[in-house]
């Protein structure tokens, strides 16, 4: 597993598999953040691209604009990811308007350099090489990629607008409605989304009219941040059902390649052809079962309200990780406690309805029960009941300033701040 002369197996922050990762951003707030400025501070080249991988100790050269390794040059999706979770840590409490200010050149640069690279002429669609968490470059009109950009541009104009730079967020937002439709008018082959390849290019490691696991990966991340959607909503739903309905198999463990399921193993594989005309060279571990993927795919299912695709795979990756053939605290990729399947604490938060947006103070919760409060500054518990709220702080101080449960809109107002030695809460509607 080792790539080259850069390094081993996705070492350190590897920006395009940490996209996957949504725990630590909960749990550990303060490392996420860390992350964030290691990547604008240190890594950033001066391009505005941002490579995925770091070199330590700190004092050494890093990559700049120069090869990088698995895939060569950096990552697109890890240069979309990287404005993505800087809004998610802006929610999530990790970071605040300051920190964002002070980063901001950064930001500005990398979406600047994304837009002059992979769409100079503002068409709407991504064009050329485009590096990815699968190794290889993608190329041409795909929703992989695609939903990563428009994700990102929609992130980028809600931090816009935060710190003031409206007419900005203006042009990102007219960017990102010009591309969302280019992109579903290109790709949605009625029922799924496919990839349109450049003609020109190698037709090697790429999926064609396959059909992806992770095609709408940026709704995914759109969901989390409460950014809407970035396609036509019933496009999308009909899109993640065929994904469902076509890659997970009863027997997943067929494929050449690395063998994360067994023969007998139900999982959902990364690409499948339904309709034929796989590629002679596909893309790159289009037979592999990633826990990381999977949870992914599951959490958008529950966002969408397909619960029952999200039970079934859920089910395969908790069958196939019972402790018989695979550690359940271990659910290994290209290594051993790989970060992709930290996707798993979305499914955890979708299935509660769960979200904390520390930017406005809101808790969101699905219906009537208790559920946790992970802020930047503290941490604690919430017990929804018909007519009131209890909140306990066991850490810190919260600053939830309103509770909305989601099945009937029901929205009680916060005060006040709330400490540990402060007891117990309890808002009534």
Request: glycine content about 12%.
């Amino acid at each position: 597993m080792w790539s080259g002369d850069v390094g081993g197996a996705c070492p350190l922050n590897c920006t395009h598999v940490w996209n996957y990762a949504q725990a630590g951003a909960a749990l550990f707030p303060a490392l996420e953040r860390s992350m964030r400025e290691t990547e604008f501070d240190l890594m950033q080249a001066h391009s505005g691209a941002l490579p995925h991988r770091v070199h330590l100790p700190r004092y050494l050269r890093q990559h700049g604009d120069g090869p990088v390794g698995a895939p060569d040059q950096p990552a697109l999706d890890g240069m979309c990811g990287a404005v993505l979770k800087t809004y998610r840590e802006l929610r999530r409490g990790a970071v605040d308007l300051d920190w964002v200010r002070s980063r901001w050149a950064g930001i500005e640069r990398l979406m600047g350099h994304i837009a002059s690279t992979w769409d100079p002429d503002g068409t709407g669609l991504l064009h050329g090489i485009q590096p990815s968490t699968y190794d290889i470059g993608l190329h041409g009109a795909n929703t992989y990629m695609g939903t990563y950009w428009l994700a990102a541009l929609r992130a980028a104009e809600e931090l816009a607008l935060l710190i003031g730079h409206d007419v900005l967020g203006q042009r990102w937002r007219s960017r990102f409605e010009r591309s969302s439709v280019a992109l579903d008018e290109a790709c949605f082959a009625g029922g799924y989304y496919v990839q349109v390849p450049d003609p020109d290019l190698p037709d090697t490691h790429q999926w064609g009219n396959g059909c992806l696991a992770d095609q709408l990966i940026g709704q995914w991340w759109a969901h989390e941040l409460e950014l809407g959607y970035l396609l036509p909503e019933d496009h999308v739903r009909e899109a993640l059902a065929s994904v469902v309905r076509h890659n997970l198999l009863d027997d997943a463990g067929t494929g050449t390649q690395r063998p994360y399921a067994m023969r007998g193993e139900r999982g959902l594989v990364l690409c499948t052809w339904p309709d034929g005309g796989r590629p002679e060279v596909p893309t790159l571990y289009c037979d592999e079962v990633w826990t990381g993927v999977e949870y992914q795919v599951a959490a958008h299912c529950v966002r969408e309200g397909l619960l029952g695709e999200a039970e079934a795979i859920a089910d395969a990756v908790w069958t196939r990780h019972d402790g018989r053939r695979r550690n359940p605290f271990n659910e290994i990729e290209c290594g051993d406690h790989y970060v992709r399947a930290m996707s798993g604490w979305s499914l955890f938060e979708a299935s509660l309805g769960l979200s904390w947006n520390q930017i406005d103070g809101t808790l969101r919760v699905g219906r009537d029960g208790s559920y946790p409060i992970l802020t930047g500054e503290g941490w604690g518990t919430a017990v929804v009941r018909q007519d009131s709220v209890e909140l306990r702080c066991h850490r810190g101080r919260l600053k939830v300033r309103a509770v909305v449960r989601g099945d009937d809109g029901a929205r009680f107002r916060v005060s006040s701040d709330l400490g540990v030695d402060d007891g117990p809460l309890v808002v009534e509607r």
